[in-house]
């Protein structure tokens, strides 16, 4: 997809950009801080975008990156990166699949994403309310 700028167009002045939020993020995380989370009000605001390309510059960085899509509304990680959606987020929280079972690989290596799943399968906020959630993440 040409909005993933940092792994199509490394040297561009986005992927340079997305570099320096990622070193940024690095030197303010707290000791044993691994989520970073990223939202807004608005839809298209670019939070998927923003979001796919930075896990990008922190796979490329050496890290190991999980992904996990948590739009269960508007999902936009399984069309960026060209991955099935039918298994993913919702169904985890669900109890329907083991987490590590709906996890996808990418061409990047070190970054893996957990699509949001199966779309409108039942009401999305309250899927988050699961105890399940903060036990894996």
């Known amino acids: 997809d ?6 199509r167009q490394p040297a561009s002045r986005e992927a340079d ?11 303010s995380r707290k000791a044993g801080q691994q989520v ?15 979001l796919a390309n930075l896990a990008i510059a922190f796979a490329q960085s ?9 739009d269960l509304r ?7 990166f060209a991955l099935a959606q039918e298994q993913g987020l919702s169904e985890v929280l669900q109890q329907q699949l083991a987490w590590r079972v709906a996890v996808q690989t990418t061409p990047v ?10 779309r409108n399968c039942g009401h999305s906020t309250t899927l988050f309310w699961s105890i399940r959630l903060p036990s894996w993440l």
């Open 2 to 7: 040409p909005a993933l700028r940092d792994f």
């Open 17 to 27: 950009a997305l570099r320096a939020i990622r070193t940024a993020l690095l030197f």
């Open 36 to 50: 970073v989370q990223i939202s807004s009000a608005e839809p298209g605001d670019g939070k998927s975008t923003t």
């Open 62 to 70: 050496g890290k190991r990156v999980l992904l996990l899509d948590a």
């Open 74 to 80: 508007r999902p936009m990680q399984h069309t960026l």
């Open 109 to 118: 290596t070190g970054l893996s994403i957990l699509t949001a799943g199966c």
